[in-house]
């Protein structure tokens, strides 16, 4: 089944960027796209869409999940992560056709499981997303990356120091992966932070947006 959620935007004229929001697990579209009408103030002619997860939150009677956390172990996560991309990937590339924009013209931004998903997605798409925005989140299966890597898009970690649901030592492992591949990360842990986007996160964020955009691409 296709992906759909909420959408928003552009504030200024047709469309001439995606913004993929991908909520976190327990949670749906509308969990996100309320950033929007923010984001905007940086980036006004980027269209905003906020996909439900693909699967049913196996652990209440709502919510949506990107892949299973009943068993946090690295190769069912794996497995379900790969599951999830093929299903981020489709809803990208038809927001894309539908909004009559080329391949590149897209950035990626999740939050906890949401972030896994746009990160384990977006370094491996055929056309790298304009930038990647993972807040609370990791680096899912990340010794496949050496091979599998289609591109070096431009990567924000933010993580609260105090979150007990995703330790902050998840961005930190993920930036020493990203690193050593040569991709360029800002990362910044927020001191007294637990799970969730402060400000000072979300400045960050409309900042990475911005510079995305603004970049050429290499041909």
């Known amino acids: 089944m296709a992906l759909d959620g909420p959408r928003w935007g552009?504030?200024?004229?047709?469309?001439?960027?995606?913004?993929?929001?991908?909520?976190?697990?327990?949670?749906?579209?509308?969990?996100?796209?309320?950033?929007?009408?923010?984001?905007?103030?940086?980036?006004?002619?980027a269209?905003?869409?906020?996909?439900?997860?693909?699967?049913?939150?196996?652990?209440?009677p709502h919510?949506?999940?990107?892949?299973?956390?009943?068993?946090?172990?690295?190769?069912?996560?794996?497995?379900?992560?790969?599951?999830?991309?093929?299903?981020?990937?489709?809803f990208i590339d038809a927001e894309l056709a539908r909004l009559g924009l080329p391949a590149e013209a897209y950035?990626?931004?999740?939050?906890?499981?949401?972030?896994?998903?746009?990160l384990f997605t977006g370094l491996r798409r055929a056309a790298p997303p304009r930038a990647i925005l993972a807040y609370s989140g990791a680096l899912i299966d990340p010794?496949?990356?050496?091979?599998?890597?289609?591109?070096?898009?431009?990567?924000?970690?933010v993580h609260g120091e105090a979150d007990q649901i995703v330790p902050a030592s998840r961005s930190r492992d993920a930036e020493a992966v990203l690193r050593a591949h040569d991709v360029p990360v800002q990362a910044l842990y927020v001191p007294k932070l637990g799970h969730g986007i402060d400000d000072g996160g979300l400045s960050a964020g409309a900042l990475a947006l911005q510079k995305g955009f603004a970049a050429s691409v290499d041909v």
């Open 143 to 157: 010794g496949s990356l050496a091979r599998e890597l289609t591109g070096r898009p431009p990567v924000l970690l």
């Open 107 to 118: 950035a990626l931004m999740g939050f906890s499981q949401g972030a896994m998903t746009a």
């Open 63 to 90: 919510g949506r999940q990107w892949f299973p956390i009943g068993v946090i172990d690295p190769a069912a996560m794996a497995a379900g992560v790969r599951r999830a991309r093929a299903a981020l990937d489709a």
């Open 10 to 45: 552009p504030a200024a004229g047709a469309a001439k960027q995606l913004v993929v929001l991908c909520h976190g697990v327990g949670a749906d579209g509308n969990d996100l796209i309320d950033l929007a009408p923010y984001w905007a103030r940086a980036v006004p002619e």
């Open 47 to 60: 269209a905003f869409a906020a996909p439900h997860a693909p699967e049913p939150f196996t652990m209440a």
